[in-house]
T-cell receptor, first 112, second 114 residues
Framework: NAGVTQTPKFRVLKTGQSMTLLCAQDMNHEYMYWYRQDPGMGLRLIHYSVGEGTTAKGEVPDGYNVSRLKKQNFLLGLESAAPSQTSVYFC???????????FGPGTRLTVT | GNSVTQMEGPVTLSEEAFLTINCTYT??????LFWYVQYPGEGLQLLLK?????DKGSNKGFEATYRKETTSFHLEKGSVQVSDSAVYFCALTSMDTGRRALTFGSGTRLQVQP
């Protein structure tokens, strides 16, 4: 039981490049989330999903897209990276009946 | 909307000192309250939770009581250890939001010196 895993762990992009961050969970959780963590600001919700095939915007969705084609995977895409997207990205998940979220180890992204 | 306010850090303590990290919140409805801990280089782990007023969450010697009258959920530990050095996040979620996403405070870094 691996819990929540994230790929990659680190990445450096140039402005304008694109990439996809992968989150996978093996706990059969319905809900999945993408957060970004910036110094002094806690974690902010980017997008979330309440089930396979469904996604919705969170607090700071601009510049990101997401997809949930399979229940266990939640992808976060950056189509044209900007320096303001330099951050640590966390994925989380939980079952429908609980508020307790399980977090992945994070992806540190630097955009130059 | 929902919001969480935490005391700013870093908080620096000597080993075996008493710890308090203040957390207050604003929320509609009846939120559930959480403390998460982030050790260096790792993701967040749930430390404790409380789901209704006057509940006390506890884990690993840490405690926090859900005080609806003061909208607070302060984290306490009677005797900290070097291994408690981490960043602590207060968070809430409310059924009213319909999505169960967490609203986080900005985090408080705790440094415990031997």
């Amino acid at each position: 039981n691996a819990g929540v895993t994230q790929t990659p762990k680190f990445r450096v992009l140039k402005t304008g490049q694109s990439m996809t961050l992968l989150c996978a969970q093996d706990m059969n959780h319905e809900y999945m989330y993408w957060y970004r963590q910036d110094p002094g600001m806690g974690l902010r919700l980017i997008h979330y999903s309440v089930g396979e095939g469904t996604t919705a915007k969170g607090e700071v969705p601009d510049g990101y897209n997401v997809s949930r084609l399979k229940k266990q995977n939640f992808l976060l895409g950056l189509e044209s990276a900007a320096p303001s997207q330099t951050s640590v990205y966390f994925c989380a998940s939980n079952v429908m009946s609980s508020y307790e979220q399980y977090f992945g180890p994070g992806t540190r992204l630097t955009v130059t | 909307g929902n919001s969480v306010t935490q005391m700013e850090g870093p908080v620096t303590l000597s080993e075996e000192a008493f710890l308090t990290i203040n957390c207050t919140y604003t929320a509609t409805g009846y939120p559930s309250l959480f403390w998460y801990v982030q050790y260096p280089g790792e993701g967040l782990q749930l430390l404790l939770k409380a789901t209704k007023a006057d509940d006390k969450g506890s884990n690993k010697g840490f405690e926090a009581t859900y005080r609806k009258e003061t909208t607070s959920f302060h984290l306490e530990k009677g005797s900290v250890q070097v291994s408690d050095s981490a960043v602590y996040f207060c968070a809430l979620t409310s059924m009213d939001t319909g999505r169960r996403a967490l609203t986080f405070g900005s985090g408080t870094r705790l440094q415990v010196q031997p």
